[in-house]
């Protein structure tokens, strides 16, 4: 499985736009790139995924880089209610379970 | 509310003993997957269900067992067990209508299993 590679933790100011970098430099070309996101003491939860193109949608933006190897999840807004582990997945049509790592733990200061 | 519902929300036994942990999915998805998020594993995939169907085995036990029933609800059953099986297990559910891997998961809230 095509591993990611993300920062353990970040900090972000409330209402200040946050990037969460990952890399993920051995990905294939029908890998898609998710994002997850695990508040505490709750299940993960969906925010973003795509293949080539950047992508957005109501929670947050997904930028993805020309060669594919690496990928920005952008939080336009930080709030309390993001501090949260985010997690970067791979997921191919072959493998369509997902494979956490250890994920970029977000602190949001208010 | 994803709406995946898992049931019992805690669930307190002792070793050896055998327990069921219920999966109701989204509606209308078909695939169920099951993952176990301990403190030093973190979330580890176990199983995954398609329409009735196994389709794939990750790091599952062999005292533990799923099955998905025709109304697509799923169950995961853990038998003898033992201390290090404390932990949280999720179910999720996609679509996953044409398999690519492009459907997200939907995380039910899990269930918390506490061995003594």
């Known amino acids: 499985d095509a591993k990611t590679t993300q920062p353990n933790s970040m900090e972000s100011n409330e209402e200040e736009p946050v990037h969460l970098p990952c890399n993920h430099s051995?990905?294939?070309?029908?890998?898609?790139i998710h994002w997850y996101r695990q508040l505490p003491s709750q299940g993960p939860e969906y925010v973003i995924h795509?293949?080539?193109s950047n992508v957005n949608n109501r929670m947050a933006s997904l930028a993805i880089a020309e060669d594919r190897k690496s990928s920005t999840l952008i939080l336009h807004r930080a709030t309390l209610r993001d501090a949260a582990v985010y997690y970067c997945i791979l997921s191919s049509g072959s493998a369509r379970q997902l494979t956490f790592g250890s994920g970029t733990q977000l602190t949001v200061l208010p | 509310d994803s709406g995946v519902t898992q049931t019992p929300k805690h669930l307190i036994t002792a070793t050896g003993q055998r327990v069921t942990l219920r999966c109701s999915p989204r509606?209308?998805?078909?695939?169920v997957y099951w993952y176990q998020q301990s403190l030093d594993q973190g979330l580890q995939f176990l199983i995954h269900?398609?329409?009735?169907?196994?389709?794939a085995k990750g790091n599952i036990l062999e005292r533990f067992s799923a099955q998905q029933f025709p109304d697509l609800h799923s169950e995961l059953n853990l038998s003898s067990l033992e201390l290090g099986d404390s932990a949280l297990y999720f179910c999720?559910?996609?679509?996953?209508?044409?398999?690519?891997?492009?459907?997200?998961?939907?995380f039910g809230d899990g269930t918390r299993l506490s061995i003594l």
């Open positions: 795509g293949l080539t």
């Open positions: 051995t990905i294939s070309g029908t890998d898609y």
């Open positions: 269900y398609y329409n009735g169907e196994e389709r």
């Open positions: 509606s209308g998805d078909l695939s």
């Open positions: 999720a559910s996609s679509v996953d209508p044409r398999g690519t891997g492009d459907q997200p998961q939907h």
